[in-house]
């Protein structure tokens, strides 16, 4: 599988910006999904995960609110629809994904994800 994010940009606070990743793969619909972040001297941190079933998006407490996951399966693709956005939002935005159907308490962990993107740079200007 690879994964092509994009759709990161410079933006002021308050602003929105939606990012996409582009999955490659025959059986995409059945891969848990998600997006994770890195800023500069931090450690990659979980954003939002949405498993197979397309049922329901989970959230890292800081994002709750105000970015939302969701999924095509028909054009093998995941978004992230970020609002409000605050420049503590800054870094570098990557998708993952796993063929697992991954329990609600793997979501969270990048080490869960067998696959990832290249990362798409978000900027937040105060």
């Known amino acids: 599988v690879q994964l092509q994010a994009s759709g990161g940009g410079l933006v002021q606070a308050g602003g929105s910006l939606t990012l996409s990743c582009a999955a490659s793969?025959?059986?995409?619909?059945?891969?848990?999904m998600g997006w994770f972040r890195q800023a500069p001297g931090k450690e990659r941190e979980f954003v939002a995960a949405?498993?197979?079933?397309?049922?329901?998006?989970y959230y890292g407490d800081y994002v709750k609110g105000r970015f939302t996951i969701s999924r095509d399966n028909a054009k093998n693709t995941i978004y992230l629809q970020m609002n409000s956005l605050k420049p503590e939002d800054t870094a570098v935005y990557y998708c993952?994904?796993?063929?697992?159907?991954?329990?609600?308490?793997?979501?969270?962990?990048?080490?869960?994800?067998?696959?990832w993107g290249q990362g798409t740079q978000v900027t937040v200007s105060s």
């Open positions: 949405i498993r197979s079933d397309n049922s329901k998006g």
């Open positions: 793969g025959r059986t995409f619909s059945s891969y848990s």
């Open positions: 993952a994904a796993d063929p697992r159907r991954l329990i609600l308490s793997s979501l969270w962990s990048p080490e869960n994800y067998e696959y």
